[in-house]
């Protein structure tokens, strides 16, 4: 009977801390937690918790790669899709890159069956942060549409 209030006390922090059993760190801005990217890129957010698009640039070729994962950012997510459009918005204009899937023979991903997706454009080698968004992105079956994301490498 004495252990009742502990029980109670660890019951109440349980549920206190709930959501996402994963180590996070909680930006004191946002209010929210993140994950740690696995490529060491920029994790966005797809849906409530559901899923995130890792994006990840490389400066000296102007090469962007996209990963999409689950909503803890650990496990990779293979979509339909042939390409992901990245909209950035630097230098006063509005710039596109388009991403084509990347099949992988080691993992048996195909163009429309991957989770890797990959693009070039010159004006990401001078380019190191930026608001954008993602347009579209179906994934399992859901539609995502205006993906909001800020970029920094």
Same mark, same amino acid.
């Given at each position: 009977?004495?252990?009742?209030?502990?029980?109670? $006390?660890?019951?109440?922090?349980?549920?206190?801390?709930?959501?996402? @059993? +994963?180590? *996070? @760190?909680?930006? /004191?801005?946002?209010?929210? &937690?993140?994950?740690?990217?696995? &490529?060491?890129? $920029?994790?966005? =957010?797809?849906? =409530?918790?559901?899923?995130?698009? *890792?994006?990840?640039? =490389?400066?000296?070729?102007?090469?962007? @790669?996209?990963?999409? %994962?689950?909503? &803890?950012? =650990?496990?990779?997510?293979?979509?339909?899709?042939?390409?992901?459009?990245?909209?950035?918005?630097?230098?006063?204009? !509005?710039? #596109?890159?388009?991403?084509?899937?990347?099949?992988? #023979?080691?993992?048996?991903?195909?163009?429309?069956?991957? #989770?890797?997706? *990959?693009?070039?454009?010159?004006?990401?080698?001078?380019?190191?942060?930026?608001?954008?968004?993602?347009? %579209?992105? *179906?994934?399992?079956?859901? +539609?995502? /549409?205006?993906? #909001?994301?800020?970029? !920094?490498?």
């Amino acid at each position: 009977m004495k252990f009742l209030p502990l029980l109670a $006390t660890l019951t109440a922090l349980g549920l206190v801390i709930g959501g996402c @059993s +994963k180590q *996070e @760190s909680a930006p /004191a801005a946002a209010g929210g &937690h993140q994950h740690a990217a696995p &490529h060491g890129g $920029t994790l966005v =957010e797809v849906g =409530e918790h559901a899923y995130n698009i *890792e994006l990840v640039r =490389e400066a000296a070729t102007g090469k962007m @790669s996209a990963y999409v %994962l689950d909503g &803890h950012a =650990e496990n990779f997510v293979r979509i339909t899709a042939p390409t992901l459009e990245v909209i950035a918005f630097t230098g006063g204009q !509005r710039r #596109s890159i388009v991403l084509r899937a990347v099949p992988n #023979s080691g993992t048996g991903e195909t163009v429309g069956d991957t #989770s890797q997706f *990959e693009g070039q454009a010159d004006w990401l080698k001078q380019t190191d942060k930026f608001p954008g968004a993602i347009p %579209l992105v *179906e994934i399992r079956g859901s +539609k995502f /549409a205006n993906v #909001s994301l800020y970029f !920094r490498s």
